[in-house]
Structures are given as C-alpha cells and as structure tokens.
C-alpha cells in the first residue's frame, strides 16, 4: 500500500441513518376511495360499513375528510335502515350510551353521527353527551361554508353574472342557515383568493385589488347590510393585509375603495379607527389611515 493512500474497509457497507418521512396528505385521493367503496358495494350502508372497517385507508389521519364525504354523499339514503341493520341498535337513551362507547374507533362513532341525524341529536343531549353534539353541529357547519365557498369560486372562475352569484349566496343562507357574519367573511376570502397576485409587483397588487373590490361591490353591498357586518368586513380586511405580507401597505387604499363604493360608511370606518377591537397590525393601519380619517372628519365638521 502506497504510503499516501488512506485505508479503506473492503467489503463494508456503510449504513445511512434512516428518517421517518411522513407521506403528504392527500384528502382527495381518501375522499374518492371511500366514494368507491360506497359505489362498489351498490349503496348497501351495511356491506359499506363493513369494507371500509376492513380497509386500509387512515381513518384517524382523514377524519374530517371522511365525515365531509358521508355528509355529502351517504346522507341522501335511509339513516334508519343503516341504524338498525349495522349497529343494531335502538335509540333511546340507554341504548345510545351504549352504542356511543361500544365505538371503538372514528369510523364507527362517525356512522353512528349519521344513524342518529334521523332521530335528531337531542338524544346526544338528552344522553349527556353534549359535546359530542357541539362537535358534530361544528363539523357539519364547516361542511356547509365549504360548499359555498367552492360554489361561488367557481362562479367567479366562470365570470356568471353578479345576479347569479348573489342568487347563489341567498340559496346557501337559505339552506344552511348560515350566519351573516360567516357570509361576509366568506364573500372576502372568494373575492381575495380570485385575484390572480403579482410577486413582487406592489402597485400592480393595488390595481387588482382595487378592481376587485368595484367590480363585485354589488355583491358585497348586498350582504353588508348593517354597521356590525361592515365592522366585520373591515376586521377581516384588516387581519387578512396582517397575515399576508404582499397586502400589508393596501390597507387604507382598500378601505378607502369600500368606502367610495358604498360598502362602508363613514361611522364604520371612524368606529373602527376610534374604537376597533381587532388588534393584529392595528398599530400601523391606524397610523396608515390616518390622513383619510382626517379628510373625513373634516368633511364632517363642514357639513
């Protein structure tokens, strides 16, 4: 051996350190395999059930994902039937408790959900197992913002009418009796997310931003129709230029195009600068609007 040659282990194989690396998620890909059982198995809820207890799919990881798609999906057909042929249980008070902690994992509490809606879930209540009934309304909930929140992105995708859209919004209010509140934020979100954002380009985000708000200003004026929902209106404003950091400095020029629009009045926006609660970035978008403040406040005194 060459004197400036290293050594070596001849025939050794190093080992690497080996990570856990967790696979992404992927809700739509769990979401159609469980539609497919339900397809397979031709709607029959008790061979349903009983496929997908014996799949392999990670129930626990997908929770969420899978009480949307029974909602969506298996509520169309008789609860009733399912109750008393899978679970095998009668609902009444006893039975239900039973039933509740015979469940021995997310798939079967989550059937259970679905049995009971037929009966109504004061039975949860009645049972003393409120939370469970605050968890269930809450996950049913967020099925329904959802639904409408995808219903009218792809409108805007599409560009139907601003007529179509609030028809859309006053159809799912309807349905779901969704709060005015959620209404508004929702409106927002739709609105910010269809923009299609530059980079680096601030100037060029302003413009969009802007026209965004002119252009569906109808749409927001029709659901805005008190000062607490402009309140709110501006409160999501406010945290939503806090949260992302291309729409920090349009703060005041959002505003400012809400208010020319005749979607915020005046009183609103001298509340919130006055009085406003939110207090994410609020330091700085007071200090922002400022100058408008004061132009209004003046066109206040002369008048």
């Not at 929770?63 to 679970?87: M, Q």
């Not at 219903?151 to 209010?173: D, F, G, M, P, R």
């Not at 927001?220 to 291309?246: I, P, R, W």
Request: proline share 2%; net charge neutral.
């Amino acid at each position: 051996m060459s004197s400036k040659e290293k050594p070596t282990l001849g025939g050794t194989r190093i080992k690497t350190r080996k990570r856990n690396i967790a696979a992404p998620l992927d809700p739509a890909a769990f979401a159609d395999a469980v539609v497919q059982i339900y397809l397979d198995n031709a709607g029959d809820l008790e061979l349903v059930a009983k496929n997908l207890e014996s799949s392999d799919l990670n129930f626990s990881r997908y929770g969420d994902t899978f009480f949307e798609v029974k909602y969506k999906h298996i509520r169309l057909y008789s609860y009733r039937n399912f109750a008393t042929s899978v679970l095998k249980v009668r609902i009444d008070r006893i039975s239900l408790s039973y039933a509740v902690l015979s469940c021995r994992n997310l798939l079967q509490l989550s059937m259970l959900f679905l049995c009971l809606m037929v009966y109504g879930l004061s039975y949860f209540s009645n049972a003393g197992l409120l939370p469970l009934v605050e968890y269930n309304d809450k996950k049913i909930f967020e099925v329904k913002l959802k639904e409408m929140k995808s219903a009218l992105t792809t409108q805007l995708a599409e560009e139907a009418a601003i007529s179509e859209v609030i028809e859309t919004v006053k159809q799912h209010v309807k349905d779901a009796k969704l709060p005015d509140i959620e209404v508004v934020r929702i409106l927002w979100d739709v609105l910010m997310d269809a923009i299609q954002w530059s980079g680096k380009n601030q100037q060029q985000n302003a413009n969009s931003a802007l026209r965004q708000v002119k252009k569906w200003a109808e749409l927001l004026n029709t659901f805005c129709t008190s000062g607490k929902l402009e309140l709110e209106l501006m409160y999501k404003v406010q945290v939503q230029c806090y949260e992302d950091a291309k729409l920090m400095k349009l703060f005041p020029e959002i505003v400012r195009s809400l208010y020319d629009q005749d979607v915020l009045a005046e009183d609103t926006i001298l509340h919130w600068f006055r009085k406003g609660t939110n207090l994410k970035g609020r330091q700085n978008f007071v200090k922002s609007l400022e100058p408008f403040v004061k132009w209004l406040e003046e066109a206040e005194e002369e008048e």
